[in-house]
């Protein structure tokens, strides 16, 4: 009988793809909903890249067609936060392919199990605004924003990956894609989806990075992100990132309506400085005229 | 694009009109699902050896003679799904009958050898508390491979290359325990070159995937069964 372990081998063997000279696959790097992401070596630029591979060839080419255009999409959305793409192909046994940039890093969920603090967490969720706010602009819906889906780098560079199941324009797939718990209640019934589909993930996403002992405002914004009807949600990224620019800079947030007490708190925070320079100079009055008068 | 011969579907041929092509298909499915079922038997059942081989025995026999096969309807389950279930049926009756399971009564098509099959429990012994679904499909999948590997072995040799078998062997099928080889100690071991290593274990690959999935389209009975088998097979793990 063969083992368990000889039987991931068999299986990694089978798969194992044979590309042209130019890159040599040396490992695999992960396993994503259609395909398997090789590490590879680029001989002729001598760097390491990702391979992304379908893990079946079907007889319609429909899995290819997905891949391809998932590669296409990535070709047009140069930007920081997107995982560039350099070459695309077919194997000998008809699985599409392409290559791209090896990102060095660990993803969202991972890093977040290592416990990484809060406003590192809304750095990072601010650059996959970014990179999401971007996509939209060139018409691309993600789709599957998770924190699977987003890989951050050494240097705190943040990617977000796996766009195999984007909407680019009118041109996507009629079937249900995403992942439940992400997916707004229009994508769960197959509907056409807007941008508004990838802010509640990001609403979603939000709450999870923040956390259930985040500030209520912030809690406010990822509620108000995730909100289940796409008109009570943000209607773009970029009101989201303001939304959170308002907290950050102690201003009022929009999806949060405060007490006077809190508004007051908010006031003081904000005014520190001033206010208790005021503070001191009145104190200090007070005391130069009490002794005067003594 | 280069697509997978395809091999007819054994399901299909259960349904032919011709009774022998109908017993290889079915003599097929007992291949490729008594040691699945036997083992899950024993683990999803608790029953000993002797109760396990005698009703995997009493089973294919019924499916054989019930038309379990033919009753069997794509749109509803993926095959192996399907016979976990009959399966199930069969055990479920067999234990509510309380009746004394019978020898095997001699309507076996194909040897099972259920001394190996025990000996397997025996020496990996499942996970009680594993999935029984994940269970039955290890199985399935490790009697695929086992059974693919062996048609590797028997084209090299009949291609007069046993030589490309054995690098496949040396370096893909190391089993627990062992460190997989350099190719450089491969290609000294075998007295050929590490080039020659690496072109071998490329095209060996090649050829076992071609296997693995002529092998997984006969098991299945669409091609959108297939489709989803063979991304499994190959794709995330569970």
Redesign the interface.
């Known amino acids: 009988?063969?083992?368990?372990?000889?039987?991931e081998?068999?299986?990694?063997?089978?798969?194992?793809p044979?590309l042209d000279a130019r890159y040599e696959i040396t490992g695999v790097a992960g396993?994503?909903?259609?395909?398997?992401v090789y590490v590879a070596r680029d001989h002729v630029l001598d760097r390491d890249v990702a391979v992304k591979v379908l893990?079946?060839?079907?007889?319609k080419?429909s899995r290819?067609a997905r891949l391809q255009r998932e590669a296409h999409i990535l070709a047009r959305l140069d930007h920081p936060g997107i995982v560039p793409v350099h070459d695309a192909g077919?194997l000998?046994?008809?699985r599409a392919f392409y290559v791209m940039k090896l990102v060095q890093g660990k993803r969202l969920d991972e890093l977040m199990r290592d416990g990484a603090p809060l406003p590192d967490r809304l750095t990072m969720f601010g650059r996959i605004l970014d990179a999401v706010a971007f996509a939209h602009a060139h018409g691309v819906v993600h789709r599957d924003l998770k924190p699977e889906n987003v890989m951050v780098g050494g240097f705190g560079e943040v990617y977000v990956m796996d766009w195999g199941v984007a909407q680019d324009g009118a041109d996507s797939e009629a079937a249900v894609v995403g992942t439940p718990g992400f997916m707004p209640p229009e994508q769960e019934l197959a509907r056409q989806v807007d941008r508004r589909a990838d802010i509640y993930a990001l609403g979603m996403l939000l709450a999870h990075l923040a956390g259930p002992e985040a500030p209520a405002p912030l809690r406010a914004i990822a509620a108000k992100a995730a909100h289940a009807s796409a008109d009570g949600r943000y209607q773009q990224v970029e009101d989201l990132a303001a939304d959170l620019a308002r907290l950050r800079n102690q201003d009022r947030v929009e999806a949060y309506r405060e007490s006077a007490i809190e508004r007051l708190v908010r006031f003081y925070r904000r005014y520190e400085l001033p206010i208790l320079l005021l503070v001191a100079y009145i104190v200090m009055r007070f005391v130069l005229l009490m002794w005067r008068g003594v | 694009?280069?697509?997978p011969a395809t091999r007819l579907s054994v399901v299909e041929r259960t349904r032919s009109g011709d009774e022998e092509t109908r017993r290889i298909a079915l003599a097929s499915i007992i291949d490729a699902y008594w040691k699945p079922a036997y083992k899950y038997l024993r683990v999803k059942w608790s029953l000993g050896p002797d109760e396990a081989a005698d009703l995997t025995q009493e089973f294919f026999a019924a499916a054989l003679e019930k038309d379990v096969v033919e009753k069997y309807e794509p749109s509803r389950a993926r095959f192996r799904t399907y016979l976990r279930m009959c399966l199930d049926g069969f055990a479920s009756n067999a234990r509510k009958a309380e009746r004394r399971l019978k020898r095997g009564g001699g309507v076996t098509l194909v040897p099972l050898d259920f001394d190996?099959a025990e000996?397997?429990i025996r020496?990996?012994e499942p996970a009680v508390s594993a999935d029984v679904d994940e269970l039955f499909y290890?199985e399935w999948?490790?009697a695929l491979?086992?059974r693919?590997?062996d048609d590797l072995k028997r084209d090299a040799n009949a291609a007069g290359r046993p030589e490309m078998f054995e690098v496949?062997r040396r370096y893909?099928?190391?089993?627990?325990g062992e460190p997989r080889p350099t190719y450089t100690a491969i290609a000294a071991a075998l007295n050929l070159t590490s080039a020659t290593v690496t072109n071998h274990l490329?095209a060996m690959?090649?050829q076992?995937?071609?296997i693995?999935?002529d092998r997984l389209r006969e098991l299945t009975s669409s091609?959108a069964e297939w489709?989803a088998e063979?991304?499994r097979?190959?794709?995330?793990?569970s």
């Open positions: 009988m063969i083992s368990d372990r000889a039987i081998r068999l299986r990694e063997a089978a798969a194992w044979e396993h994503g909903g259609m395909g398997t893990d079946v060839a079907d007889q080419g290819a077919t000998e046994d008809g | 694009m280069s697509f190996t000996g397997e020496s990996h290890r999948i490790r491979l086992e693919s590997v496949f893909d099928l190391v089993e627990d490329a690959r090649k076992f995937r071609k693995v999935l091609e489709e063979a991304a097979l190959f794709g995330k793990r």
